[in-house]
């Protein structure tokens, strides 16, 4: 596990939870996310935290100014509305039920939610798939929420993607679904990244994760940021990018 101390962190995005009332009964993609493009050679999907949606995030673009970047496609869907547990059951944006905050390594676990929640992740994959993308070209990155749907999206792909980016996450489901990890999907690198600051998902949630995925046989590389709350910073989005680039097998 690699595990790496960084410094000063620029805060870009300060996500919290926001509550709605509109229901939404699927998942709701971005009008900006490109389909069917006959030149595009990746896929990079951002899965956003509870009480937030996908066009909020589509700024974290900018980050991304590389000719690599050049024709990849870009998908910020939105989390459908549902009851939240840990906000008293106030109808939000999210992925699946979170049942108390702080999240820690030991909180309780929506796992049929998680699950799916997943299977449709999986449908907006395999769509990319369909079209013509190289599935170790397809990216599965997430802030918080959509960190922990990120990790359990790509253990559970039946092939091997380019990667899986958790942002602030957690394990959101219990040790034994690891032994439900496809083959090919153990082979997809996870970078794990969180604030040392963290109030909201405790660091030593996040910190549990790698050494479980790699006694799994997972290649996972951490990055703790000290002082860094629950937000991302614009240090954290930059190597993102590189990161991408270095696992992009076309990149050359």
Known sequence: MK????????????????????????FRESPSAQRSDPMARSFVLWLHGLGDSGPANEPIKTFFPSPEFRNTIWSFPSAPSQPVSCNHGAVMPSWFDIYEIPVAAESPRDEDGLLKAVHNVHAMIDKEVAGGINPENIFVCGFSQGGALTL??????PRTLGGGAVF????????????????????????WSHGM???????????????????????????????????????????????IKTHLPSSS
């Open 3 to 26: 595990y790496l101390l960084l410094t000063k962190p620029i805060v870009l995005l300060t996500i919290t939870f926001a509550i709605t009332s509109l229901f939404i009964v699927y």
């Open 168 to 191: 602030s996450g957690w394990v959101p489901f219990n040790t034994s679904m690891l032994r439900q990890i496809p083959p090919d999907a153990m082979k997809t690198p996870i970078l």
């Open 197 to 243: 600051a963290d109030r909201t998902v405790l660091f030593e949630a996040g910190q549990a994760g790698p050494p479980l995925l790699e006694q799994a046989g997972i290649n996972c590389e951490f990055k703790a940021y000290p002082g860094l709350g629950h937000s991302i910073s614009n240090e954290e989005l930059r190597y993102l990018e590189s990161w």
């Open 152 to 157: 359990a999206s790509t253990l559970l792909y």
